[in-house]
Nanobody, 118 residues
Framework: QVQLVESGGGLVQPGGSLRLSCAAS????????MGWYRQAPGKERELVAT???????NYADSIKGRFTISRDNAENTVYLQMNSLKPEDTAVYYC????????????WGQGTQVTVSS
């Protein structure tokens, strides 16, 4: 079983920055990809950014140029650096790991609240 623990959310003013972290523990065989998703009140969960085992990245158009996803393979940790935050970035952010076990398994973090407000 794999557990994901997120940290780094909080309240920040527009234009500010936050860095989210998500660390995986447990029996981890092969990580295919890591990612961040977010869900705002009354909206569906949406992709923010992903990074593959080969470090290929993919970003939602709404955050390109402002957010950066990165990973620490040795620590099984994924990060999301968020700069120039806007009120519309307010949401619960969830990390996701896709891991190859007997099949492909998706694991989710517990979610961390990011609120951008003056």
């Amino acid at each position: 079983q794999v557990q994901l623990v997120e940290s780094g959310g909080g309240l920040v003013q527009p234009g500010g920055s936050l860095r989210l972290s998500c660390a995986a523990s447990g029996t981890i065989f092969s990580i295919i990809a890591m990612g961040w998703y977010r869900q705002a009140p009354g909206k569906e969960r949406e992709l923010v950014a992903t990074i593959t085992s080969g470090s290929d990245t993919n970003y939602a158009d709404s955050i390109k140029g402002r957010f950066t996803i990165s990973r620490d393979n040795a620590e099984n940790t994924v990060y999301l650096q968020m700069n120039s935050l806007k009120p519309e970035d307010t949401a619960v952010y969830y990390c996701n790991f896709r891991i190859l076990e007997t099949g492909i398994m998706n694991y989710w973090g517990q979610g961390t609240q990011v609120t951008v407000s003056s």
